[in-house]
């Protein structure tokens, strides 16, 4: 019986060793000791089973584990000991090798969207001429958006421009035109404004087609104000841009806001003006609307249009990025995923992408 009962008493102090030596932690220690000593542990065990022995042993026996017991305590506390010195050293080493004057981990910034960019570059290159940023309500009201630009009630030109309407019997504006007059009313003649903005269409989404894509309006109201001094500015304006010679065309167009009104294309800058999907393979994109301001535009505005004439524009700001940065889907504008960057810095710059 003592004989067996020893060698148990080995195969417990095995165990110890073993736990000790796997135990990575003051915690694993903790729960590795409290195991084997546990009712359920093969040290507990022993303890529960002096019982079993008979009454002239128990005593030896009792001692002889008790011994091995105190034996077992005493090299888990050591072993305690040992791990708790290399924390504490792990923790000053830590502790020296932190250098608070270096410099912190360098957070990525983010990028401004290519339309912001041509937005402040137009606006760049347009207050230079002496014209100011205005802007406008996003829900706009009937009046401004269609009334007040010469496009009544039962207008077919109504028709061109598919209205997310309101419930509060507004809607999301279709352009930025609607700041045309708002101006006016606030500036009067002379003035020179520009607005950019978001605007809205109900329109199925294509490569070149969003429900929600950006303009940027401008008007220029004085005397003696011809298409000469429109031409002059916007092919300006391309040029600075592009930063390069710019080939436009002039077409009549329709926008009863405008008389004359005209449509301005440039060369496509995607294709060269080869054609390509962007162009729809005509080697040419419509990306700005103008004209002289329509005389009934003006008498909206409060301005006296036998003293003073004006031309406006409507640049496709969305379209402009795209052209400018290679973007071939408008959807990818919109989309989050842009692999564009354009740092602030380099918002002037000849940039990026082609994301196809
Ligand atoms: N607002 C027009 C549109 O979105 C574009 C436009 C055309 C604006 C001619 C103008 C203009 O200022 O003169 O379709």
Redesign the pocket.
């Known amino acids: 019986m003592i004989e067996e009962l020893t060698d148990e008493l080995r195969k417990v102090n095995e165990e110890a060793q073993r736990l000790i030596a796997a135990a990575k932690s003051v915690d694993e220690l903790r729960v590795a000791e409290s195991r084997l000593t546990g009712k359920q542990g093969s040290l507990g065990k022993l303890l529960g089973s002096i019982g079993k022995f008979p009454p002239e042993q128990r005593g030896a026996v009792g001692k002889e584990i008790n011994q091995a017991k105190a034996a077992i305590v005493e090299q888990f506390a050591a072993a305690r000991a040992r791990l708790e010195q290399t924390a504490d050293k792990a923790a000053a080493t830590a502790a020296q090798t932190y250098d608070p004057t270096l410099p912190g981990p360098v957070v990525p910034r983010g990028s401004v969207h290519p339309v912001t960019a041509v937005q402040w570059e137009v606006e760049d290159i347009l207050s230079r001429l002496g014209f100011v940023v205005v802007g406008g309500p996003e829900m706009e009201t009937e009046y401004y958006n269609f009334e007040a630009l010469n496009i009544p009630a039962m207008h077919p030109a109504r028709d061109?421009?598919d209205t997310f309407w309101l419930d509060n019997g507004r809607l999301l504006r279709?352009?930025?035109?609607p700041c045309?007059v708002r101006a006016m009313e606030r500036l009067s003649a002379p003035l020179r404004i520009i607005s950019p903005g978001r605007?809205f269409r109900y329109e199925t989404e294509d490569a070149s087609h969003a429900n929600t894509f950006f303009?940027l309006?401008?008007?220029m109201i004085d005397r003696n104000i011809s298409i000469a001094n429109l031409i002059a500015v916007m092919k300006l304006v391309l040029e600075q841009v592009f930063h390069r010679d710019v080939k436009v065309r002039l077409r009549p167009?329709f926008?009863p806001?405008?008389e004359p009104?005209f449509e301005l294309d440039m060369s496509c800058a995607i294709c060269g003006g080869s054609g390509c999907p962007t162009c729809k393979r005509s080697g040419w994109v419509e990306i700005l609307?103008?004209?002289m301001v329509h005389p009934n535009v003006l008498r909206f505005g409060g301005i006296d249009s036998r003293e003073y004439t004006g031309f406006?524009?409507?640049l496709g700001l969305t379209r402009l990025a795209m052209m400018k940065y290679g973007v071939r889907d408008i959807r990818a504008l919109n989309a989050g995923d842009l692999r564009a960057i354009i740092r602030p810095e380099r918002r002037n710059g000849r940039a990026i992408i082609a994301k196809d």
Do not use: K, N, Y
């Open positions: 061109m421009q279709t352009h930025t035109s045309q605007c303009q309006e401008g008007l167009g926008f806001f405008v009104g609307p103008c004209g406006a524009f409507g």
